[in-house]
């Protein structure tokens, strides 16, 4: 499949801001060794590098439908970027701290353009809740019931589900009448000064249409979803920080 | 550049935003026309020979510019090379401009932009921050310095 991979390069090395960054160790293969690159997080691209001061990344994993999972690993600090399907590529990474593998999980699993997508159509509905109510208290989220008992570890636990949730189809507004110049990553509202949308909000994200349910927690609202994830990974930190203890 | 191929090809059979056939020519000087089944799945533009299951090609749409063209057409170009233009052709006014719109909000940058004005205006209203009961408001990605200007 042909890719724009000269943009893509461009994307990784631009000045703006990255998601996340640092070296971590990657498995070369099954039975490969670990190489030390250079990684970059921007959306949901993962990039490596030889190195900090490389100009062009050596690969990208493309973080969508992924689930990102503690391992059990001869390195210390591992974790795996999974796909889902048959011989799907797993790729084992190893982090150089405590810290920074947990920072890395918590970025990698937050990275996909669909969390963001259901980030914003959540809030998206709330500041029509609260705009309607003449600033009314935010909709709190429902208590939920508990998720079902975890496995012990090592087994892994997916903390992102791979498939979006169902929406219904909304027609889109209509566009505010001052119209941004139609560019890509340099869009409007940038800082609050120079924003000037009119009294509408900006078009909502596009939505999907309706796709067959593939799991029970889909139907949820997102609130549900992060709270059912968020006790999901508090116990799993727990076990692993405790299986970690020298008896 | 090393890219997960399957993993990509799995996502252009992923339910898409926008589908149509549409014409499409290449950047490269001396491109023909050609017939092309384009997706949008994500931030990531699929183009298909109309009769074939896996993609021929695929556009990441960060960076890039929309562009109306003549005759119901559209171009993408990429900012650090806005010379070379991939070309598509509608079939009327109304399916070019669905197609620019939802190009112009298909990129995870865009996206993020949304999330921060929508946290701001949220914040405006109700002197809360939305994204505090989901435990992301320390997020590195959701902050406004993260912003370019």
């Not at chain 1, 900006?202 to 349910?213: G, I, V």
């Not at chain 2, 990441?60 to 559209?74: D, K, P, T």
Request: charged share 25%.
């Amino acid at each position: 499949m042909k890719l724009n991979e000269r943009s893509l390069a461009f994307y990784a090395t631009c000045d703006a801001p990255v998601d996340n960054a640092g070296f971590l160790y990657k498995k070369g293969g099954r039975h490969a060794a670990y190489h030390r690159r250079w990684f970059v997080l921007r959306g949901n691209m993962l990039f490596y590098f030889e190195d900090a001061a490389s100009r062009e990344p050596v690969g990208v994993i493309i973080l969508e439908g992924c689930t990102v999972e503690l391992v059990e690993a001869a390195e210390e600090f591992a974790f795996a970027v999974r796909f889902a399907g048959t011989r799907a590529r797993t790729y084992v990474l190893a982090a150089e701290s405590q810290a920074a593998m947990e920072g890395w999980v918590k970025a990698l699993s937050r990275a996909s353009f669909d969390y963001l997508r259901l980030v914003v159509r959540e809030l998206e509905q709330q500041l029509a809740a609260v705009r309607g109510g003449g600033g009314m208290a935010l909709p709190q989220p429902q208590s939920l019931p508990l998720p079902p008992s975890l496995p012990s570890a090592p087994a892994p636990v997916p903390f992102l589900p791979s498939a979006p949730a169902p929406v219904p189809a909304l027609p889109l507004p209509r566009r505010p009448s001052a119209l941004p110049p139609k560019e890509n990553g340099c869009a409007v509202w940038s800082t609050e000064a120079t924003f000037r949308p009119g009294p509408e909000p900006p078009p909502p994200p596009p939505r999907r249409r309706a796709s067959a349910p593939h799991g029970p927690l889909d139907v949820a609202p997102f609130a549900r979803l992060h709270e059912c994830y968020g006790q999901e990974i508090r116990a799993l930190r727990g076990q692993w920080l405790s299986s970690r203890v020298q008896p | 550049m090393r890219y997960n191929e399957k993993e990509l090809q799995a996502l252009s059979r992923q339910p898409a935003e926008m589908a149509a056939e549409l014409g499409m020519r290449g950047p490269k000087k001396g491109s023909v026309l050609k017939r092309r089944l384009v997706k949008l799945v994500v931030n990531f533009l699929f183009y298909f020979r109309t009769d074939e299951a896996e993609p021929v090609g695929a556009l990441l749409l960060e960076r890039c510019r929309v562009i109306r063209e003549e005759l119901s057409a559209f171009s993408i170009s990429f900012i650090e090379d806005p010379e070379r233009k991939y070309h598509f052709e509608c079939s009327s006014e109304e399916q070019c401009q669905e197609w620019m719109e939802a190009l112009r909000r298909a990129s995870y940058e865009f996206m993020r932009r949304s999330l921060v004005f929508y946290r701001n205006e949220i914040r405006k209203v109700t002197g809360k921050d939305p994204l505090e009961q989901f435990g992301i408001s320390e997020e590195a990605r959701f902050q406004l310095s993260g912003l370019q200007a």
